[in-house]
């Protein structure tokens, strides 16, 4: 389970670099609703055989595609008011939400090991994504992404509560679906409708930028998720969300290599912190 937590993370957090690309071409929800709605195609066309549509199922999914779309657009709409440090700390304040989720909808224990992990690994985000401590503040932007990390809180949660008893196949695709068309909504009602934007379409007949998009709606959506789904069926959310942590990690090493951007003891100190609340959490567990 481990090794395909680091490849879910691994993609997630290698997609930066042609995520930033396309953000200077294309607005972030025509980037979520083309993602997933061509990840949800894909998804279709490969495993139609496996998917099996009904109301039950369609509920759920949408729950899930619900939650996360939506807490995509948290972010980006935090991130135009606070701070790239801010918006990747707090976002990952779904990791302090999640036990008291899991307590309160599943009834619960969560063990002392967990709150410890839990902790360590949050310290570490803290470290890794705030470089300027008298730089602190909190804005609305900050609230937005508050919601955000309180949101995919959630997210996490339902999956693994759904995944163990429906299935997987049509939940990833209704999920897919419906996490698009919460970005199309939002360009179509707000981006276009309200401020007038027009996205540019024509960029895609670029084969540089088609590839990026292909390249984001396959490696950074349709396989990462599709794992995802298959991983928590099997764990914890809170066990999985801390494995998530991974993917600022990688994040950085991957600025690290390809950007040259520096590596200093808080950095250091910040990844050390979050694999020793990923290694704590699991130790002992039969399912890592």
């Not at 549509?53 to 972010?75: D, H, P, T």
């Amino acid at each position: 389970m481990i090794f395909i937590l680091i490849i879910i993370n691994l993609l997630w957090a290698s997609t930066f670099i042609f995520g930033k690309i396309l953000l200077e071409t294309f607005s972030v929800s025509f980037l979520i609703s083309a993602r997933f709605l061509v990840a949800g195609i894909i998804f279709g066309m490969i495993f139609k055989k496996k998917i099996s549509l009904n109301k039950e199922m369609i509920y759920k999914g949408s729950v899930i595609g619900g939650i996360n779309g939506f807490s995509m657009l948290l972010q980006v709409i935090g991130l135009q008011y606070t701070t790239a440090s801010n918006s990747g700390f707090l976002t990952a304040t779904y990791i302090l939400f999640l036990p008291f989720i899991e307590l309160a909808l599943w009834k619960k224990k969560i063990t002392s090991k967990v709150y410890l992990s839990v902790a360590i690994a949050f310290i570490g985000v803290f470290l890794l994504s705030v470089s300027d401590f008298s730089s602190l503040s909190f804005n609305k932007g900050d609230l937005f992404t508050l919601g955000c990390g309180f949101s995919f809180a959630f997210q996490i949660f339902f999956i693994s509560h759904f995944t163990k008893s429906e299935n997987i196949f049509s939940l990833l695709f209704v999920q897919f679906i419906v996490s698009g068309l919460v970005g199309l909504v939002y360009m179509l009602g707000y981006e276009i409708g309200f401020l007038g934007l027009k996205p540019n379409f024509s960029a895609l007949t670029d084969l540089r930028m088609a590839s990026y998009m292909t390249f984001l709606a396959v490696f950074a959506t349709f396989i990462p998720f599709s794992l995802q789904f298959y991983v928590q069926n099997k764990i914890a959310p809170t066990i999985a969300a801390l494995a998530y942590l991974l993917e600022p990690v990688f994040t950085v090493i991957l600025a690290v290599i390809l950007l040259s951007e520096p590596f200093g003891i808080q950095t250091a100190a910040g990844i050390t912190l979050i694999l020793s609340g990923i290694i704590l959490v699991n130790l002992g567990n039969k399912n890592s």
